[in-house]
Each structure stands twice: as structure tokens, then as C-alpha cells.
């Protein structure tokens, strides 16, 4: 008898402590799993994807009803970003999570995980790096809703927000996309305003790679008007005379000046100055010191601020 009582005793612990598990659990679970979310996205009416194309720059972006914008951009030089822009961010900084959704008209296909972005204040409080945006934009092109969402800022139990893209009717403006990318330039206006090109001891001539430089940086001045004027400055290291080194630099000057002109640069946008020893960028010892200083610089300048593009969050 006692030892039914026993076991009895024992199996009645085990139960309550099984259902204090069982309640535990389940009392944190609907925290999790009904937690309300407020979705930011374009519906089939709305959705509109805008396009702005140049040699300088490419943006495909679309308007997010009530949020702001996502905007998929490629300058020229550099690989492709998005980012979130909206004059109100209702997302609380911290890290937001990446989801590549199936569309409704997909419904068996599993969601996919990419991750987290780095959420900050601002009006441009995301940036997804070149890697996951371009699966973003391969994931539209084929159909999936790239999802963003995060906490709101307002409180730590207020509903959570969810941004997304819409891919109705990508396809053809993502084919008018991938062609401006193709027509884009080697480089920006950031990459070749300050250029350098170095030179071995004693030559006349620059290093063979630095010709492909000067050609981007032909391409860029014919590709942009803005451009007023090109400041060529020659340059040599503190070995020989003076004399001598003031003859090298201009001749090495004016071998850039006379490149640019018979590639179609205008003579009067140039302005062709040389130096000798005077200006060495650092001191004249050893090897390395010296071949900074043998160098001609090509300075642009143009007549306003750089924009690639008429949108005013760049």
C-alpha cells in the first residue's frame, strides 16, 4: 500500500511539472507568434517601377504607399546597393531581418532567410550591400517579395513593421534596368577628379597601366559638359639639377597634355604646369619616397556639384 502510495505521489509530480513546462512555454509563445505587423507595399495598382538612366548612373526604384522608397542604385565605377529612403522611418535602429517571400500565387515555395541589415536613424535608415541586392533583384525578377521588418521605434511592444517590393510587372523595366548598367562608364567623377600617374626614374613616359586610367579619364570628360577645366602638374624626385628636373616635369606634363588633345580634349580646357622638386608629396628617401614624387597629377574641375542623378537623397 505504501508503495502504491509512492508511486502514486511520484506520478502526480511528474504531471504538474510536465503542465508547468507545457504552460510556461505555451504562455511565451503567442508573444512571439502573434505579434501584430504593419505592412508597407505597393499593391498590383500601385506598383510602379520608375527608372532613371544615364552614363553616369542607373536607379530603379519603387514608391512604397505611406513609407517612402526602395531604391536599387549602380553608379558608375562601383557595384550595385539598395537602400530605404522615407521621410519618416518607423523602424526602431537595431538590425532588421532580410525575407525573400513567395508571392500569394506561389504559395508552396518556402520563404528564404537572407539575413540581417543594419538599421540606423535618418531618412535613409538601410543599405543592403551589393551581394544581397543583387539577389533581391534576381528574386523580383523571378517573382519573390524581398521583405524587410524590424520593431517599431515606438514602443518595444508595439506592432512590428514589414517593408517589401513588389515584383508585378518587373520583368520588362528590370530589362531596361540591366541595360543602362551596360551603358554606364569605367568610372565616376569621385575616382578620377584627383588622379596620379607615377613614372620610373628618369622617364619621360608613365607606367603602361596608367594609359588606361588617362582613357577613363577621356571618356569621362567627353561624357560630361560639366567639366571646366583639367589641371596637369608635372612633377619629378630631388635626383639631378634643378634645371633638369624642372625640363623633365614639364616634358612629362605636356605628354599628358598633348595625350588628352589628340584624343579629342579640347587644348583650352588644359591647363599644363610643372614643378620639378619642388612639391614632393613625401621626403626624397629611398626607392619608395622618391617614386611617389616622380609624378604628373590631373586635377578636374567642374562647374557645379557632381549629381549622378536628380534624386536628392545622393
Not at 55 to 73: H, K, M, N, T
Not at 258 to 283: C, M, S, W
Not at 286 to 302: A, C, F, M, P
Request: glycine share 6%; net charge positive.
Amino acid at each position: 500500500m505504501r508503495k502504491t502510495r509512492l508511486k502514486t505521489k511520484h506520478w502526480l509530480t511528474q504531471t504538474l511539472l510536465v503542465k508547468l513546462v507545457l504552460i510556461i512555454a505555451t504562455a511565451a509563445l503567442p508573444v512571439m507568434a502573434n505579434v501584430p505587423a504593419v505592412t508597407y507595399m505597393a499593391s498590383y495598382d500601385d506598383s510602379e517601377w520608375k527608372l532613371e538612366s544615364s552614363v553616369f548612373a542607373c536607379s530603379l526604384s519603387q514608391e512604397i504607399p505611406s513609407y517612402g522608397r526602395g531604391v536599387f542604385y549602380r553608379r558608375a565605377g562601383e557595384k550595385m546597393v539598395f537602400f530605404l529612403q522615407t521621410p519618416y522611418n518607423q523602424m526602431r535602429k537595431g538590425q532588421a531581418s532580410l525575407v525573400i517571400e513567395p508571392p500569394t500565387w506561389r504559395p508552396g515555395n518556402p520563404a528564404r532567410h537572407m539575413g540581417y541589415v543594419d538599421v540606423i536613424s535618418g531618412d535613409k535608415p538601410f543599405q543592403v550591400e551589393p551581394e544581397r541586392a543583387s539577389s533581391m533583384l534576381a528574386s523580383l525578377n523571378n517573382g519573390f517579395v524581398p521583405m524587410f521588418t524590424r520593431k517599431s521605434w515606438y514602443e518595444p511592444t508595439e506592432p512590428s513593421i514589414r517593408v517589401g517590393l513588389s515584383a508585378f510587372d518587373f520583368d520588362p523595366i528590370y530589362r531596361d534596368f540591366l541595360g543602362c548598367v551596360s551603358q554606364l562608364l569605367p568610372v565616376n567623377f569621385d575616382q578620377i577628379k584627383r588622379s596620379v600617374v607615377f613614372y620610373d626614374s628618369g622617364g619621360l613616359y608613365p607606367e603602361e597601366k596608367y594609359y588606361q586610367l588617362m582613357d577613363y579619364i577621356i571618356m569621362y570628360i567627353k561624357a560630361d559638359p560639366a567639366v571646366s577645366s583639367v589641371i596637369v602638374d608635372g612633377h619629378t624626385d630631388d635626383i639631378g639639377r634643378r634645371f633638369k628636373n624642372r625640363e623633365l616635369s614639364r616634358e612629362r606634363a605636356e605628354h599628358i597634355t598633348n595625350y588628352f588633345v589628340k584624343a579629342g580634349i579640347q587644348e583650352d580646357l588644359i591647363t599644363t604646369r610643372y614643378h620639378g622638386e619642388r612639391y614632393p608629396v613625401v621626403r626624397n628617401l629611398g626607392q619608395d619616397g622618391r617614386k611617389r614624387n616622380r609624378r604628373v597629377t590631373i586635377r578636374l574641375e567642374r562647374d557645379e556639384p557632381f549629381r549622378p542623378s536628380n534624386l536628392e537623397f545622393f
